[in-house]
């Protein structure tokens, strides 16, 4: 049973590897295999409605779910097509900017919750504070002695 998986991934690997980029596109992207399978069904759909005995001008003017199954299978095939012009999708890593993105994040998020961080960053930013006592050079005034005569 094993021998027979193993045969039939790679037989499954050497189709798409031998098709058109179409035809791998189509074998390895669900959401362009979606879209195409959508449109035959609604354009099947609209078929079925055409082709009730009415005459094909009076049944696309006045039948509105033919109408609607017409539009579904056009969009579907439409997004197929733009799909398939876009090229395989690639995957979407986790790169250099997201990471750069997240520690800029962390980074405030420790500068705002956390005092031993903030002094340390303003101190490297703006130099040390100077600690110094201060001393008043004015002297208080005097208080008015009232003599007795």
Partial sequence: MAKKTK?????AGAAVAGATPYVQRLLQD?????NVRV???AARDAYGRL?????????LMD???????LKKSADALMEAGAALREGPKKKRRFGLG???FIALIGGAIAVATNEG???????????AEEEFDY???TAPPQPATTSAT
Avoid: H
Wanted: proline letters at 2%; zero cysteines.
């Fill in 117 to 127: 961080i903030r002094n340390k960053l303003l101190d490297l930013v703006f130099g």
């Fill in 39 to 41: 449109a035959f069904e």
């Fill in 7 to 11: 045969a039939a991934k790679a037989g």
């Fill in 98 to 100: 997201k990471l750069l």
């Fill in 30 to 34: 669900e959401d362009l295999r979606d």
């Fill in 63 to 69: 039948d509105k779910k033919l109408q609607k199954d």
């Fill in 135 to 137: 001393t008043s050079t």
């Fill in 51 to 59: 082709s009730n005995g009415k005459k094909p001008a009076k049944a």
